[in-house]
């Protein structure tokens, strides 16, 4: 071997294939960009994530961190009740600030998505390496699992949320197993937990959940005495203590203001069949042209949802079964992981705030997974070579029959994805028969067939059309242009639902010259009222017709202009709205036109635009009316959290209305006394002003469950600190840590070893 010539340095082996997980991910990740440039904006991504980033990182770089409300946002904007933007994650804040920062909205969407994949992949590559899979079978299992059907097509695609938790996920599974072994100090499983809870998805609560569990039962079962509490076992579950006690913080707004949202609507438990897979469904989970028959949000199902890596069906023949035997106790935790999962993906499509059950079909793939690159790291058999070929060819040619016989008409597609499959899985049989870079050669067949199902995918099927489509403009500074004639509190009158089932979309595109779909307005330094919700206050939505995306119809922009009850002024004298869009559809179907006090400004066949041709009461404060006999002599909204009103003179009494949503959360006092807050018939804020008093009106908003979140989030830091010290001052026993890694020549030696003793016994079991 010739010397490496002086000044040079290699790679050591414990980076190499870390770099070709990360390097292979980010490349593949950019090929669907490169195809469709919309294929990472579909669904929740363009009309909620995007735009309230952007806004979340306009509020941080103001200083208001947490933002647990912004009354501007109306429906849209309680962001601790939604839990979903994760306000408490720190790791959060760059996305939003990087958002914010941005000129072109999808360009740093793609971006910030490819990142979490990348660390998705990552983590895999190192959960997969802490249960001794094979550094290349590691490497080929991670680059895989962030291009399984239901995570490229639709968290990546859509559910920004899911795909950040998601991404999470190994790592907790990672550095918990570590802190069981004892190789981690159990800090840093509390710091990981702690992310996966602040991160605000609840499919992230719930994998800290199994996977703690899983682990426990590993803990109990992979020792010289099973049952035995273990050090690791103690520590672990006081990890996943100190870890819960961050919920009430992050979880208790939601559960407080439930109640009055849509979220309370609809049994707690039903089977609707939404995103509702069967066992059937899985057997594609090889072939990546194969669409399941799931219901979705668009029926019918245009993506392969169900699809897992081309590899994992076909080669499950030759794999070294017997290499289970004396390792199953140490396997128990990704095997009772993918059994819990197991039975959430068969579950009803509706668990309390846990609905359609695909969604949590990649925690299973994790899993399996694992337990795969463990098997993948002991060689593909050589043994009974027609019987396991016999295998590859049934594992293969029945699921693409099956999904032909579902879908006739689909039969060039299913083909070129079998075919993709089989010269692949021929590949990778004729390479486990090299020599000595078999297992490099393996792992680039893998890795490169990756890339090559991701590339078919996205030829065949583009962006996810069983998610809704938006194409929403993304440069900034045009938005803001096109928009900036649109002055105060703005109301828009519209849908685009229809438009949105055309393949192309292209008409539904040139009515955003007019108008804005979800949260979208949040990017223009607009005050819309319309925003994008998961946690829509049910009143103030069916006061306007509202539905959750902010479409309307008609029967809104008719009650904008009447009182929600007898006394009130209209509407949109409560609300202080100043402008107001209207689709020419909805203005002819209310049948109803602005009444005096309102200027049209624009009238054509797009849309039309009226703005308020009287001042306002009370500008700069939300106040927008007071009973009879109320003097006010000053209000002043101070910031997004707190409002103060001087009065004069109560009168006698009564209550005084906001152009804010009545949240849980807010609080008032008068001349230093609470006063009741509440809320109208349409959802606005109320407060109670007692007869015949003067003084200073102030408003303060605060999270439901704020003290009992900040204390039991500072025992659970607390009891972590105390975790740590305790782990760092006694640490057990631990076997040898499987991510020390082995030179390339004991790494060579041992493989050949392996593989040679396994053929043996293979060979002494054939009959003679």
Known sequence: MK??????????????????????????????????????????????????????????RDGVYPAWMDPHGWAGGNYAAEALFGIYDPLN??????????????????????????????????????????????????????????????????????????????????????????????????????????????????????????????????????????PGVLKLVGVGVCSALLLPLVFLPLLETSSMTVRALGPMLANTGKMQPVPSDFLQASNPTAVPPILPIIAPMRVPSTFLAWFVLPLLPWLRWGELRGRLRGLTGPMVMSACYLALVLAP?????FRWPLRVSEYLYLGLLVIFAQLLGRGLATTHVRGRILGSVVAIGVPSYLAWANNPAVLHRLAAGAALVVVLTALALLTARLGGLRTVALAGVF???????????????????SSRGWHVPS????????????????????????????????????????????????????DAVNHYTGMGMVRFQRSLCMSYDGFTKACGYHSIFSSPQPGLPSLADLMKIETLVVGPRQARAAKVTPPAGWTQVTDSSQVQIYHRSQPLLWPGSHLSFVPNGVKVTAAVSDDIRHEHVDIA????????????????????????????????????????????????????????????????????????????????????????????????????????????????????????
Not at 22 to 48: C, E, M, N
Not at 676 to 700: C, I, K, Q, W, Y
């Open 3 to 60: 010397p490496r010539p002086a000044g040079t340095r290699r790679i050591g082996p414990g980076l190499l294939w870390p770099l070709v997980v990360v390097v292979s991910t980010g490349v593949f990740a950019t090929i669907p960009h490169l195809v469709t440039k919309w294929f990472y904006q579909r669904g929740d991504t363009a009309a909620q994530f995007a735009p309230t980033w952007f806004h979340l990182g306009e509020l941080t």
């Open 649 to 768: 003179a109560t009168g006698s009494g009564g209550r005084a209305h906001f152009a804010m949503l009545g949240w849980p959360g807010w609080h008032a006092t008068f001349d230093g006394h609470p006063v009741r807050v509440g809320r109208d018939a349409a959802g606005l804020l109320t407060v109670m002003l007692p007869p015949g008093g003067s003084g200073r009106l102030e408003l303060t908003f605060t999270p439901p469950g704020l003290k009992l979140g900040l204390a039991a989030g500072a025992i659970g830091i607390l009891g972590a600190l105390a975790l740590g010290w305790f782990g760092r001052r006694r640490r057990h026993p631990v076997r040898k840590d499987p991510l020390e890694e082995p030179s390339d020549d004991e790494r060579f030696d041992e493989d050949r070893a392996d593989e040679s003793r396994a053929d043996e016994e293979e060979t002494e079991k054939e009959p003679a």
């Open 93 to 230: 804040i760059p996305v939003w600030l990087a958002m914010s920062g941005a000129s072109d909205l999808m360009t740093t969407t793609f971006l910030i998505k490819l990142v979490f994949m990348v660390l998705l992949a990552l983590g895999t590559y190192f959960v997969c390496r802490e249960y001794d899979a094979k550094p290349w079978a590691a490497a080929s299992v991670a680059v895989a699992l962030p291009f399984c059907g239901f995570t490229l097509f639709w968290d990546a695609g859509s559910w920004a949320s899911g795909l950040i938790a998601f991404s999470y996920t190994p790592w907790v599974w990672f550095v918990l197993r570590r802190v069981l072994r004892g190789t981690a100090n159990p800090l840093w499983g509390f710091v990981v937990g702690a992310l996966a809870v602040t991160q605000g998805n609840p499919y992230g609560v719930v994998a800290l959940l199994v996977i703690g569990g899983a682990l426990v039962v590993e803990g109990l079962l992979d020792t010289d005495r099973p049952g035995r509490l273990t």
């Open 475 to 526: 440069d900034v500074s045009t938005l803001r242009a096109r928009f900036d004639d649109r002055s105060g509190t703005v109301m828009q009158f519209a849908t685009f639902k229809d438009l949105q089932y055309s393949k192309t979309l292209r008409q539904l595109t040139e009515e955003w010259r007019y108008f804005l779909p979800g949260s979208m307005y949040d990017v223009t330094d607009v």
């Open 447 to 465: 890795i490169v067939g990756t890339g090559l199902t991701v590339t078919l995918q996205v030829k065949t099927f583009g962006e996810n059309q």
């Open 349 to 353: 499509s509706k668990l309390w705030m």
